[in-house]
């Protein structure tokens, strides 16, 4: 029995943009595909992780301030992820999703 060689594991180069209503991330992540691709965001930290033809692809980033998760937009391509975070603005009405218990 034969096992597949494990991809290596790298931490993309990100370019992180700090703008007054959001933060822009701009990783390079080649060959990955949309489909390939995760992002999370676990409370104060995002998660990316991805695998490509020649290696897995994993960052995270703690977060210095709230983000509005309902805003957040991410585009891969040509192997380059852009990713939008907006800030969340002070006073904001968030709402609430009820679930039926």
Same mark, same amino acid.
């Given at each position: 029995?034969?096992? =597949? ?10 370019? &992180? $943009? =700090? ?6 991330? &701009? *990783?390079?992540?080649? %060959?990955? #595909?949309? *489909?390939?691709? !995760? ?7 995002? &998660?990316?992780?991805? #695998?490509? +033809?020649? =290696? #897995?692809?994993?960052?995270? $980033? /703690?977060?210095? /301030?709230? &983000?509005?998760?309902? %805003?957040?937009? *991410?585009?891969?391509?040509? %192997?380059?992820? !852009?990713?939008?975070? +907006?800030?969340?603005?002070? %006073? *904001? ?7 039926? =218990?």
């Amino acid at each position: 029995m034969t096992t =597949a060689p494990q991809l290596p594991v790298i931490e993309p180069d990100v370019d &992180v $943009f =700090a703008q007054d209503d959001a933060f822009t991330l &701009v *990783a390079d992540l080649p %060959g990955v #595909r949309p *489909a390939d691709l !995760t992002l999370r965001l676990e409370g104060q930290v995002l &998660v990316m992780e991805a #695998r490509g +033809p020649s =290696a #897995r692809y994993r960052r995270t $980033f /703690a977060l210095r /301030a709230p &983000v509005d998760e309902q %805003g957040l937009h *991410a585009a891969l391509r040509d %192997g380059v992820l !852009t990713l939008t975070l +907006p800030r969340l603005r002070a %006073g *904001a009405a968030r709402v609430i999703p009820v679930l039926e =218990a």
